[in-house]
């Protein structure tokens, strides 16, 4: 059991910067960096044989992972000041830091472009002997999706001036609506007869306040801010889907999704088959919100009311339970994985509650392999936040295991990163679930589908979104606000049916969903939960299973991920396999259905 006393729940990261950060340091660093970096440049610029010879390749290739190891353009000042820019969005002296840290970024990385960019370039007889080369085994597959992205990559001046205008042309611009939601501080009902001041991210956890009148009022605050900043957002989005089109026209993309296909490393048939496969069984979250307006007595829910739990389960619980809850179910699974929690809750890897200017959400973020992993929550004492906490150290722990491999292969593509962290959710739950009554057991069975819902079909929705509003975009030019939140509403409809009103105000709601500014992200988390649902099921039959398990979350960007899945006996390219999952929610469904009606609750 892990005490109080030893959990922190701020991010410790002096790890990263003991002082004080300084101007005077600032620039010392960056001097540094520089000096670091150029030394490979200078090297490989004038040393053209990695393009011919499999053995000097290999010689460049180390050298460039001993360089991704320890300082790749700004390091870890650029990881610190990102950290710190998570917890206060409206410092300015923070922002100029970053500013100058992301221009020196830019201007180090265009430096850098040429080593893969002519790498990428060689003839394809040059690349058949580079991926046949015992001595290049390790770096087989980061080769094999360089030369796949070969036919997209532009010339060096443009590929550098795309890096350059990046900022201005797209990154301020996704940083802007956020900025302005999340500094936002409005007087809420916390309770139905007391009022207080709360932060963006708190009034929009009152949204699934268990009293009408709490979470009422908060939809009302919450569409009023959505409402003040639209018109903003609409500029915003309207330029992201225009850097987009020319990103794509530039490179050849034929498809606005196709460039994440790519990027996540999955073939665009498996994503086009997951995709239509949860549309067409849309009816399974009609159902549910069917199910879940029946048992609250209304003849709709309220669109702010999807996420409302149901029942008698605790909606209190304190940090320190959730932590120990989740500590034993990690435990039980791995040794390791409950050493690797500890490390992350005792040793201030994880920042714990909301406040004004902090980042909304939770996630979990990684740098270099030598850094450290960090988390960020906004627990707000919900039993949904127990989930997002198993949820993010998920990720956290599979960015632990993975640090066994090379530099080059230390990232998950998105398709796989998503499966650490919804593998870890259910046995969390299921843990939840023992020793309850039937009453109980019924509200937990209403929470687990809705995250269900949320992630799987919310999120196809939501893609299906993007895609039309790309797919728009590229006939007329421009899209308003009122276009947009059309489009949203006809998707959310979608997948939520007749039992969901879409209430005035909830049109705006893609306004502050984040995932739009990351385009065609969304799919991974209905990918990654369906996908570890069979890695779930598997670990319940044997728990030896774990060990195969273990091996996925180590093996990083390796191999690609139809081929990793293939080594655990799931072929993604089936579409019986997603059919699958997707019977497995319909299954909990009709339990859950029929719990209700053996309860008289229906």
């Known amino acids: 059991m892990l005490l109080k006393k030893d959990i922190k729940t701020k991010w410790d990261l002096t790890p990263l910067l003991k002082e004080e950060l300084t101007d005077e340091l600032f620039k010392e660093k960056l001097r540094i960096y520089k000096k670091k970096n150029l030394v490979f440049v200078k090297k490989w610029r004038a040393n053209k044989d990695y393009l011919r010879s499999p053995k000097v390749l290999k010689q460049a290739l180390d050298e460039y992972s001993t360089l991704l190891e320890n300082n790749y353009t700004s390091g870890t000042l650029s990881y610190y000041l990102s950290l710190r820019y998570y917890l206060n969005q409206t410092d300015s002296t923070l922002k100029g830091f970053l500013n100058k840290v992301e221009e020196f970024n830019t201007e180090i990385s265009n430096q850098m472009t040429f080593f893969n960019l002519q790498l990428s370039k060689v003839s394809k007889k040059q690349q058949s002997i580079f991926l046949k080369s015992p001595i290049l085994k390790d770096y087989k597959h980061y080769l094999s999706r360089l030369f796949k992205l070969s036919s997209h990559y532009l010339s060096e001046r443009e590929e550098n001036l795309i890096n350059m205008l990046n900022p201005v042309s797209y990154a301020n611009w996704s940083k802007l609506t956020k900025e302005l939601l999340y500094r936002e501080w409005r007087e809420v009902y916390v309770t139905p007869t007391k009022k207080s001041k709360k932060s963006f991210e708190e009034i929009l956890s009152l949204l699934s306040n268990k009293n009408k009148i709490v979470r009422d009022n908060a939809a009302k605050v919450f569409n009023s801010i959505l409402s003040t900043w639209v018109d903003v957002a609409e500029r915003e989005y309207n330029n992201l889907l225009q850097f987009r089109n020319i990103q794509d026209s530039l490179r050849?993309?034929?498809?606005?999704?196709?460039?994440?296909?790519?990027?996540?490393?999955?073939?665009?048939?498996?994503?086009?088959?997951?995709?239509?496969?949860?549309?067409?069984?849309?009816?399974?979250?009609?159902?549910?919100?069917?199910?879940?307006?029946?048992?609250?007595?209304?003849?709709?829910?309220?669109?702010?009311?999807?996420?409302?739990?149901?029942?008698?389960?605790?909606?209190?619980?304190?940090?320190?339970?959730?932590?120990?809850?989740?500590?034993?179910?990690?435990?039980?699974?791995?040794?390791?994985?409950?050493?690797?929690?500890?490390?992350f809750v005792t040793q201030g890897n994880i920042d714990v509650f909301p406040k004004r200017g902090k980042w909304g959400g939770a996630f979990c973020i990684h740098n270099l392999i030598k850094h450290p992993t960090y988390i960020l929550l906004n627990y707000t004492s919900r039993i949904e936040d127990i989930t997002t906490l198993a949820h993010e150290v998920g990720h956290g722990i599979n960015n632990e295991l993975m640090k066994k491999q090379n530099p080059l292969n230390f990232s998950s593509p998105l398709s796989t990163a998503e499966v650490a962290s919804t593998f870890m959710e259910d046995f969390v739950l299921d843990f939840l679930e023992r020793n309850l009554n039937e009453e109980e057991v019924l509200s937990l069975q209403m929470m687990r589908l809705n995250d269900l819902i949320s992630t799987i079909f919310r999120q196809v929705a939501a893609y299906n979104f993007e895609f039309d509003t790309h797919t728009v975009f590229r006939k007329k030019g421009y899209l308003s606000k009122k276009e947009l939140g059309d489009l949203f509403t006809k998707h959310m409809k979608s997948y939520m049916g007749n039992y969901v009103e879409q209430s005035p105000g909830s049109q705006n709601w893609w306004v502050y969903w984040s995932h739009f500014r990351t385009p065609f992200y969304v799919y991974t988390y209905a990918s990654g939960l369906l996908i570890s649902k069979y890695m779930q099921k598997k670990v319940k039959e044997n728990p030896k299973f774990i060990k195969h398990v273990k091996e996925f979350l180590s093996a990083g960007s390796s191999d690609s991920p139809k081929n990793l899945f293939k080594k655990m006996g799931i072929d993604i390219a089936k579409k019986s396999f997603w059919l699958q999952g997707l019977k497995e929610i319909d299954l909990l469904l009709t339990k859950t259905e029929q719990l209700a009606k053996r309860l008289n609750k229906i």
Request: charged share 30%; no cysteine.
């Open 252 to 343: 050849g993309y034929k498809r606005p999704d196709e460039f994440r296909h790519i990027s996540t490393d999955m073939d665009t048939k498996v994503v086009d088959t997951l995709i239509k496969s949860v549309t067409d069984n849309f009816n399974i979250s009609k159902r549910y919100y069917k199910l879940k307006s029946r048992l609250f007595g209304v003849k709709k829910l309220a669109y702010h009311e999807r996420n409302v739990p149901y029942g008698s389960l605790s909606s209190k619980i304190t940090y320190t339970k959730a932590v120990n809850l989740v500590y034993t179910v990690f435990k039980n699974l791995d040794d390791d994985f409950g050493r690797i929690f500890k490390n």
